[in-house]
């Protein structure tokens, strides 16, 4: 049965008569709590006595509870190992040697919101994919995925509500449905993204959803000129919504996953979408015009899933601004909050796997 979509008005208007749908909006909220307080860090808008990347991290796992040695966010995840199959088409925008007609190994992983490793797969509608591309001349270019073409907010001080807006409360364990209501009333660039949500049921798989990299960045061609851009993966699988009683097992996007491999590879298309002048680069809730011209890159081919715990993604910090030559970071401050956050995360797990290994050794 297909999930029930529900008007984002009446949930604003009746929040408690709508705990469930909020609910949903909290845990994808939990995508980019992370990423929000580093970017507060980042961008200034915040004294750093009041806000640093830690300081939010440290509040993130108050909120959604530690779990040493697992990601803070995206706990939850499988890694997979395959190739990109570059044909060239973009290369007249990006002197990238991964947009040649060339064979890239890739590293990936699927994933989940939330910081519990443990959690049900029905516990967060969004689903991610993160790529680590190995060029032959030793170049790596990473990117991080969300299954929703925008994003919710776009300041630091939007994010930071949002992280407060969505704190657990004491009683029950789970947001406060009016706290949450009342920040999304506050803040009307996040329609876009609940709009999106609402019309969009969780796919049934990893395997059939398109993902987005949300930020713009920056194509240099082999003549220096700049061209603003932003990418995205489209399954040659058909996208099937899921269905209730999928959902009642726990574990179930990773069992599709390894059922769908054992019959093949699994292939995306990576799109990758340029803008035209005037476009915003800065703001990633803004979704540019439906018009613009959609390069197909090549295909990213899924060869094979492997177990987190001793995958090759597990060391992988999926830092979205390493990039190869040929590619840049824009002017959207997203880029460099999601890397302070994600430095701030990757150094605490590794350092809680050594401070595991070391005690193991005694």
């Avoid at 992370?34 to 640093?52: E, H, K």
């Avoid at 199959?85 to 190994?105: C, K, L, M, Q």
Wanted: glycine residues 8%; neutral net charge; aromatic residues 8%.
């Amino acid at each position: 049965m297909r999930q029930r979509s529900f008007s984002l008005a009446e949930v604003l208007r009746h929040p408690v008569r709508h705990r469930g749908e909020i609910a949903k909006l909290a845990a994808i909220g939990v995508v980019v709590l992370a990423t929000g307080g580093a970017f507060a860090y980042v961008a200034g808008a915040l004294t750093p006595q009041r806000l640093t990347s830690a300081r939010v991290i440290d509040t993130f796992e108050t909120n959604g509870g530690v779990h040493a040695g697992y990601r803070r966010n995206h706990a939850k995840g499988v890694c997979f190992a395959g190739y990109f199959e570059g044909n060239g088409n973009a290369s007249r925008i990006s002197r990238a040697h991964v947009f040649d007609r060339v064979r890239t190994p890739v590293t990936g992983r699927f994933a989940i919101p939330g910081t519990n490793p443990a959690a049900a797969d029905a516990s967060a509608p969004v689903r991610s994919m993160a790529l680590q591309f190995r060029s032959a001349n030793g170049e790596q270019w990473r990117t991080a995925m969300n299954n929703t073409p925008v994003f919710i907010v776009n300041n630091a001080k939007s994010f930071y509500e949002q992280l407060v807006a969505s704190r657990p409360d004491p009683a029950t364990g789970k947001p406060d449905p009016a706290k949450l209501a009342a920040f999304f009333a506050a803040h009307p660039e996040t329609q876009p993204f609940r709009r999106w949500v609402a019309a969009h049921a969780p796919s049934t798989s990893f395997a059939n959803a398109a993902y987005y990299g949300i930020d713009a960045f920056r194509a240099i061609d082999a003549s220096g000129g700049t061209h603003d851009v932003r990418w995205s993966v489209v399954p040659e699988s058909d996208y099937l919504p899921v269905e209730k009683q999928q959902t009642a097992q726990h574990d179930f996007l990773d069992d599709e996953l390894k059922g769908r491999l054992q019959n093949g590879p699994l292939r995306w298309h990576l799109l990758v979408t340029v803008a035209q002048p005037g476009d915003v680069t800065n703001d990633a809730t803004v979704a540019w015009p439906a018009d613009r011209e959609r390069i197909d890159a090549g295909t990213l081919v899924v060869e094979r899933e492997s177990a987190q715990s001793d995958g090759d993604c597990r060391d992988i910090n999926f830092d979205p601004t390493v990039l190869p030559d040929g590619l840049k970071i824009s002017d959207d401050p997203l880029l460099t909050a999601r890397s302070s956050a994600y430095s701030v995360s990757f150094n605490r797990r590794t350092h809680e796997e050594a401070h595991a290994a070391s005690r193991g050794n005694e």
